[in-house]
């Protein structure tokens, strides 16, 4: 028996309030298919759908076949999200390198275009997903009211609300808030790397470096040498024979 999604409630108010800005070039643009001119409009529709739910699609993570029902008419964009969500690399890149909590928190953002109210919210979601399954818990956030009042079936989801007024930066974006790994997953595949530089480095400007015949060429070159000779190598006490130690013979 699955449960019923909880209720939960925004820690304020002003997340339920529509506001009002200036559109700028940091204003996301929005994508939907009800305004499509030309073909390449609608390439340009799919790509924002990849960069949206995967934030950046290989060649093989491209799913042709969506893209081509896509292109004909046969699903809407709300299909084509819901199979993006459901496909191969979504379910490898984030729902089995992720908590429940976390998982939630990044469908949330990625099809609600927000960040999650509380952890009460995560908590009902993650509910979702532990009684109906990942494809349950993705078909209640796209059949869901807030879902259909600001995409509906031919917008393709995105940021909302990125630039905040009266703040210098605004909202950072969610492939950088919320990375696809989370931090145990990341020390397993072993990154982040921290390389150290042995070499030091110095810039010299055109008219200072050194001409041909510079005897500080020579020296450069005496200090690229090997600084170890030819040292015998130690051998211990232990592995010597007796019977080839040199000794003198006396005669009586």
């Known amino acids: 028996m699955s449960i019923p999604l909880l209720n939960y ?6 997340a339920r ?3 009002y800005e200036i559109p700028g070039d940091a204003q996301p643009k929005i994508y939907s298919a009800e305004n499509l001119l030309s073909p390449s409009d609608m390439s340009d529709l799919i790509e924002a759908a990849y960069r949206q739910i995967f934030f950046h699609a290989f060649k ?14 046969q699903i809407t964009v709300r299909d084509f999200i819901r199979g993006l969500l459901l496909s191969n690399t979504f379910n490898n890149s984030f729902y089995s390198k992720n908590s429940n909590y976390r998982f ?7 099809v609600l275009g927000r960040d999650v109210y509380s952890e009460k919210e995560k908590i009902a979601w993650s509910i ?14 796209l059949d869901s009211e807030e879902y259909m009042e600001n995409f509906g079936y031919d917008t393709v989801p995105y940021q909302r609300r990125r630039v ?20 145990y997953y990341r020390a397993i595949l072993g990154f982040p790397q921290i390389i150290w530089q ?14 041909a015949g510079d005897p500080s060429l020579y020296m450069n070159m005496a200090r690229s040498l090997p ?15 007796l019977d080839k130690v040199p000794y003198r013979k006396t005669t009586v």
């Open 227 to 241: 600084n170890r000779a030819n040292i015998p190598p130690r051998i211990s006490a232990m592995n010597i024979s």
């Open 17 to 19: 309030v529509a506001g």
């Open 198 to 211: 042995t070499e030091v480095r110095r810039f010299i400007p055109q008219d200072k470096q050194p001409k």
């Open 164 to 183: 905040l007024p009266s703040r210098d930066g605004g909202e950072l974006p969610f492939n950088i808030k919320s990375p696809r790994y989370d931090g």
């Open 60 to 73: 093989a993570d491209r799913e042709k076949f969506l893209e081509s029902q896509l292109r004909n008419g």
């Open 104 to 110: 939630v928190e990044q469908c949330v953002q990625r």
């Open 128 to 141: 979702i997903v532990a009684t109906k399954g990942k494809q349950g818990f993705i078909d209640q956030l």
């Open 9 to 14: 409630k925004p820690v304020t108010q002003n």
